[in-house]
T-cell receptor, first 114, second 116 residues
Framework: EDKVVQSPLSLVVHEGDTVTLNCSYEVTNFRSLLWYKQEKKAPTFLFMLTSSGIEKKSGRLSSILDKKELSSILNITATQTGDSAIYLCAVEAYSGGGADGLTFGKGTHLIIQP | GAVVSQHPSRVICKSGTSVKIECRSLDFQATTMFWYRQFPKQSLMLMATSNEGSKATYEQGVEKDKFLINHASLTLSTLTVTSAHPEDSSFYIC????????????FGSGTRLTVV
């Protein structure tokens, strides 16, 4: 059974701090790892990682995958109150038929205090 | 970018009735759509994979007869919660992936179902 574990489960920091969120996985036939930000409703896509060691960046957010360690980190620098959300990590596996759905971690609930 | 429209966003129904949730891919075709369920303070759990023109594939522990999925066209999948009970109250989200775009899955905005 595929498994995704995120840590920490919750994190409270002050505005301006840098945070690192962790995601580890056990999956058969790994295809990709995805990060999402979930505020009130549906998750919004942040990053999709398939290759080890290549950092993806979007503004103050960046993420990298380590296939050897079966893990990924999501960094947020100079945090703002608008970054407060649940950050979800998910993995996608190959199946014979193509798209296979996602297995999600429980998420990290990030709270940025002014 | 790809957009997935989910309707309704919120529904309250009586125990024993059925509720239909629609998920539409706008501006792209989705041969496969996914249905997830999210309990409070828990992660999204994949319920089933909806395949256009064929039967859905359900995850272990999900009752097929209770959660009916129909994927009649390349842009529409529906989830019907039959004979709803209060324990079916949850947040249901669909998603689809636009193949070849290199991006992740696109999610609908979700449906908050409350069974009273």
């Amino acid at each position: 059974e595929d498994k995704v574990v995120q840590s920490p489960l919750s994190l409270v920091v002050h505005e301006g701090d840098t945070v690192t969120l962790n995601c580890s996985y056990e999956v058969t036939n790994f295809r990709s790892l995805l990060w999402y930000k979930q505020e009130k409703k549906a998750p919004t896509f942040l990053f999709m990682l398939t290759s080890s060691g290549i950092e993806k960046k979007s503004g103050r957010l960046s993420s990298i995958l380590d296939k050897k360690e079966l893990s990924s980190i999501l960094n947020i620098t100079a945090t703002q109150t608008g970054d407060s959300a649940i950050y979800l990590c998910a993995v996608e596996a190959y199946s014979g038929g193509g798209a296979d759905g996602l297995t999600f971690g429980k998420g990290t609930h990030l709270i940025i205090q002014p | 970018g790809a957009v997935v429209s989910q309707h309704p966003s919120r529904v309250i129904c009586k125990s024993g009735t059925s509720v239909k949730i629609e998920c539409r891919s706008l501006d792209f075709q989705a041969t496969t759509m996914f249905w997830y369920r999210q309990f409070p303070k828990q992660s999204l759990m994949l319920m089933a994979t909806s395949n256009e023109g064929s039967k859905a594939t359900y995850e272990q522990g999900v009752e097929k007869d209770k959660f009916l999925i129909n994927h009649a066209s390349l842009t529409l999948s529906t989830l019907t919660v039959t004979s709803a009970h209060p324990e079916d109250s949850s947040f249901y989200i669909c998603s689809a992936r636009e193949l070849g775009m290199g991006g992740g899955y696109t999610f609908g905005s979700g449906t908050r179902l409350t069974v009273v």
